[in-house]
């Protein structure tokens, strides 16, 4: 977590979370990171639907899609942004092996990410298989995917503007079209 607080330093952005089935793991995270209070703006945990609908997320995709959906994630992760004025924000929601009598759609053992770009309005999902049958260690599997995956899209934005890199990557591709090197970051973007 500590590249993450750093990456975001690096590129003077801010982050809010809205998390359900981690219960605020990522928001502790991110906080136990020295600096932290400069990237972090604002964390919510909203475990009941009637406190997701008072936080924004739109009543009618709950019920067209359930609270474990990706379309929802998508929803808050924009709506937190949106609250909190942060360039980006993340919501995680998902089943962490429990039935949910308040939620009785959706996938067992799934979590849905979503972090939110708000400065390019972009969105940038994991859909997670839950591998433990321990809560504990399934949060933690969730929070490695957001670490891994903010990683990624703070390394574009680092190298995006980084004209070498273009350089390098043109001079590749009029070599052979696309090279190995572009597909292979192309793959690990995905």
């Given at each position: ?10 590129l ?9 089935c981690t219960?605020?793991?990522?928001a502790?995270a991110?906080?136990?990171v020295?600096?932290?209070s400069?990237?972090?703006?604002f964390s919510?945990?909203t ?13 009618d995709l709950?019920q067209?899609?359930?609270?474990y959906?990706m ?5 808050m992760?924009k ?8 360039n ?10 429990k039935?949910?009598?308040?939620n ?9 990410l979503?972090i939110y770009?708000h400065?390019?309005?972009?969105f ?5 298989k839950l591998?433990f ?8 599997q969730?929070i ?5 995956k ?11 503007d980084?004209y ?9 591709m009029a070599?052979?079209?696309v ?6 970051v192309?793959v690990w973007?995905?």
């Amino acid at each position: 977590m500590e590249r993450v607080v750093k990456k975001l330093i690096e590129l003077n952005k801010t982050i809010s979370t809205m998390e359900s089935c981690t219960g605020g793991g990522l928001a502790n995270a991110i906080t136990n990171v020295p600096d932290a209070s400069k990237v972090i703006k604002f964390s919510a945990i909203t475990y009941s639907n009637e406190y997701k609908i008072k936080m924004g997320v739109n009543s009618d995709l709950i019920q067209k899609y359930s609270v474990y959906s990706m379309e929802v994630a998508r929803d808050m992760a924009k709506v937190i942004s949106n609250y909190s004025n942060s360039n980006y924000g993340v919501w995680i929601t998902g089943k962490l092996k429990k039935m949910d009598f308040n939620n009785l759609n959706g996938e067992d053992d799934v979590a849905f990410l979503s972090i939110y770009d708000h400065d390019n309005d972009i969105f940038y999902d994991v859909k997670i298989k839950l591998c433990f049958d321990d809560r504990i260690d399934n949060k933690n599997q969730i929070i490695g995917e957001f670490i891994d995956k903010f990683l990624k899209i703070a390394w574009f934005f680092l190298v995006k503007d980084n004209y070498l890199c273009y350089y390098l990557l043109y001079k590749a591709m009029a070599k052979d079209g696309v090279s190995e090197l572009f597909k292979r970051v192309y793959v690990w973007w995905k």
